[in-house]
C-alpha cells in the first residue's frame, strides 16, 4: 500500500511543477475569471502606461519650448549690443559736432564746463 501511494504522488508533484505552463499554454492563466477578480490591475497598467506618455509629450513640448526661447534670447543680446554700440558712435563728440555741422543748427561746443550763476542778495 505504501508503494502505491508512492506512485500516486510522484504524478501528483509532476503535474504540480508544470501545472503553471499548462495553464498559459491552454489559456487559462489569463482568463476571464482572472481578469474579473483583477480587473484593477490593467486598468491601473493602462491609466500609468497614458500618463506616462502624457507626461513625455509635455517634457518634449517644454524643452522645445525652452529651445526656441535661448535662440530668441540669444538674438535679443546680439540685437542689444548692435544697438548699444550704434548708439555709442552717436553720442561721441566728433559725431555730434559733424551732426550739428550737417543740420545747421550755428551751435558750438564749448572748451570749459557749464558753471552757476548765484544769485545776487
Known amino acids: 500500500m505504501a508503494r502505491s ?3 500516486e504522488t510522484e504524478p501528483k508533484s509532476k503535474k504540480g511543477k508544470h501545472k503553471w505552463v499548462n495553464n498559459v499554454r491552454y489559456g487559462r492563466a489569463l482568463s476571464v475569471d482572472f481578469f474579473r477578480r483583477n ?3 490593467p486598468l491601473v497598467i493602462v491609466v ?3 500618463s506616462l506618455i502624457g ?3 509635455k517634457t518634449k ?3 522645445s ?3 526656441t526661447l535661448q535662440t530668441e534670447l540669444e538674438h535679443a543680446k546680439s540685437e ?3 544697438e548699444q554700440s550704434e548708439y555709442m558712435t552717436l553720442i561721441r563728440e566728433t559725431e555730434m559736432k559733424r551732426l550739428v555741422n550737417e543740420k545747421g543748427l550755428g551751435l558750438e561746443f564749448r ?3 557749464p558753471y552757476e550763476i548765484e544769485p545776487a542778495e
Open 61 to 63: 513640448t517644454k524643452m
Open 65 to 67: 519650448q525652452i529651445k
Open 39 to 41: 480587473a484593477w490591475l
Open 55 to 57: 507626461l513625455r509629450y
Open 111 to 113: 572748451d570749459q564746463p
Open 80 to 82: 542689444k549690443l548692435r
Open 5 to 7: 501511494k508512492k506512485i
Open 48 to 50: 500609468t502606461i497614458i
